[in-house]
Nanobody, 120 residues
Framework: VQLQASGGGLVQPGGSLRLSCAAS????????MGWYRQAPGKQRELVAL???????TYVDSIKGRFTISGDNAKNTVYLQMNSLKPEDTAVYYC???????????????WGQGTQVTVSS
């Protein structure tokens, strides 16, 4: 199983970016996908999660600015980030809780990380 993330970059404060992450490989089901981030000198933190039934969870600091969505048919999760602030600067990691095959237990998978820099 691989997670391929894309969409990071440099944006000015108040700008927008959209992150995408596609899961590929041996996949039976994906109960949860989402995003974490890690800023320099800080611990990795949850940003947002979405279940395969489209229920969502957000960290308080991004509520009202970021929106997570998913496409079950494409095994893909998106993070639309609006009104970006300098404190959103971090490496964003795609996360998925995947059941690789029937009869196997679900486990955690991580993407390679994509840099988001918010600066004027």
């Amino acid at each position: 199983v691989q997670l391929q993330a894309s969409g990071g970059g440099l944006v000015q404060p108040g700008g927008s970016l959209r992150l995408s992450c596609a899961a590929s490989g041996s996949i039976f089901s994906i109960p949860i996908m989402g995003w974490y981030r890690q800023a320099p000198g800080k611990q990795r933190e949850l940003v947002a999660l979405i279940s395969n039934e489209h229920s969502t969870t957000y960290v308080d600091s991004i509520k009202g600015r970021f929106t997570i969505s998913g496409d079950n048919a494409k095994n893909t999760v998106y993070l639309q980030m609006n009104s970006l602030k300098p404190e959103d600067t971090a490496v964003y990691y795609c996360y998925a809780f995947i059941r690789p095959a029937m009869g196997e237990m679900s486990r955690n998978y991580w993407g390679q990380g994509t840099q988001v820099t918010v600066s004027s």
